[in-house]
């Protein structure tokens, strides 16, 4: 009996170490051009170009401006989503994809032709004495339509997560819609939403196609990166590489090892 399991043992070992081999070498092929860039990043004359500073000042201002506005229109959105059924439903969903499937560089014209000072939505705003291109609003408003499409797909799983169940008991026991939403429906989709903030946060930071078509003044990271790279070089992105790394990956890690803690309790 002994020796059958040690050979069943000995059989699935090499199985196993095919899935770990494959992953090994799928992890190296991610992690490459990270290693790579701190091979070649030229340390002893690491410093920031003219108006680096400025456009990292612009990029983490303006980034969580809109992350603000992402959480606090997808959240109402995401949760109907979930939680309703109703005729139409499904031409709702299709214009979500559609945002979230649309090349940036498409996305920002078509921001621009509405938007823009001659389209209907520019027009207006400028009237009211809001230019929306090549302005603060124009940075946010295109940094929201890039991230707000993966939000929504992020917190809507969130909240089809969550039982229905306990959102009728709580309603049976006497709260109201908007109390068994936050104290229910939110906490219990905490997880989902936190990967959801996270995964907007990124987007929103680095969103270059949208930001470059419709608002590429003020300069961001993103767009400072493409500027450096064209009229300086390599060594002028180097610089601002690292500092779009240090600021967009702690939120990620952080809320990441937030859910891990708290499915381990």
Same mark, same amino acid.
């Given at each position: 009996?002994?020796?059958q399991?040690d050979?069943?043992?000995?059989d699935?070992?090499?199985?196993?170490?095919?899935p /770990?081999?494959?992953?090994?070498?799928?992890l190296l092929?991610?992690a490459g051009?990270?290693?790579g860039l701190?091979?070649v990043?030229p340390?002893?004359?690491?410093?920031?170009f003219?108006g680096?500073?400025r456009?990292?000042?612009?990029?983490?201002v303006y980034s969580?401006l809109?992350l603000? *506005?992402i959480?606090a229109f997808g959240?109402?959105?995401a949760?109907?989503?979930?939680r309703?059924a109703?005729?139409g439903?499904?031409?709702?969903?299709a214009?979500?994809? %559609?945002?979230?499937?649309t090349p940036?560089? /498409?996305?920002?014209i %078509? *921001?621009a032709?509405l938007?823009g000072p001659?389209?209907?939505?520019?027009s207006?705003?400028?009237?009211?004495?809001v230019?929306l291109?090549?302005?603060?609003?124009a940075? $946010?408003?295109?940094q929201?339509?890039?991230a707000?499409?993966?939000f929504?797909?992020?917190?809507r799983?969130?909240?089809?997560?969550?039982?229905r169940e306990?959102?009728?008991?709580? %309603?049976?026991?006497g709260?109201?819609p908007?109390?068994?939403f936050?104290?229910v429906?939110m906490?219990l989709?905490r997880?989902?939403l936190a990967?959801?903030? /996270?995964l907007?946060?990124?987007?929103a %930071?680095?969103?270059?196609?949208?930001?470059?078509?419709v608002?590429?003044?003020?300069?961001?990271i993103?767009?400072k990166l493409?500027v450096n790279l064209q009229?300086i070089?390599?060594? /002028?992105v180097?610089?601002?590489?690292?500092v779009?790394?240090l600021v967009?990956?702690p939120?990620?890690? $952080?809320?990441?090892l937030?859910?891990r803690?708290?499915r381990?309790?």
């Amino acid at each position: 009996m002994s020796a059958q399991v040690d050979l069943q043992v000995s059989d699935g070992l090499p199985r196993a170490r095919a899935p /770990a081999l494959l992953g090994a070498l799928t992890l190296l092929l991610i992690a490459g051009p990270f290693i790579g860039l701190a091979c070649v990043t030229p340390w002893r004359d690491f410093h920031f170009f003219p108006g680096d500073t400025r456009a990292i000042a612009v990029s983490l201002v303006y980034s969580l401006l809109s992350l603000g *506005l992402i959480i606090a229109f997808g959240t109402p959105l995401a949760w109907w989503l979930a939680r309703h059924a109703f005729r139409g439903k499904w031409l709702l969903e299709a214009v979500i994809l %559609l945002a979230l499937l649309t090349p940036p560089l /498409a996305m920002g014209i %078509l *921001l621009a032709t509405l938007y823009g000072p001659y389209g209907p939505a520019g027009s207006l705003a400028a009237r009211a004495g809001v230019e929306l291109t090549n302005s603060a609003p124009a940075f $946010i408003l295109a940094q929201c339509y890039g991230a707000l499409p993966y939000f929504v797909v992020a917190a809507r799983a969130a909240f089809e997560g969550v039982p229905r169940e306990l959102e009728h008991i709580a %309603l049976t026991l006497g709260k109201t819609p908007w109390q068994t939403f936050w104290l229910v429906s939110m906490p219990l989709a905490r997880l989902g939403l936190a990967a959801g903030v /996270a995964l907007a946060w990124v987007r929103a %930071l680095g969103e270059f196609g949208v930001v470059l078509i419709v608002a590429y003044y003020p300069q961001g990271i993103p767009v400072k990166l493409w500027v450096n790279l064209q009229d300086i070089g390599l060594p /002028a992105v180097y610089p601002l590489l690292w500092v779009f790394f240090l600021v967009a990956m702690p939120l990620p890690l $952080i809320l990441g090892l937030a859910s891990r803690r708290q499915r381990l309790f």
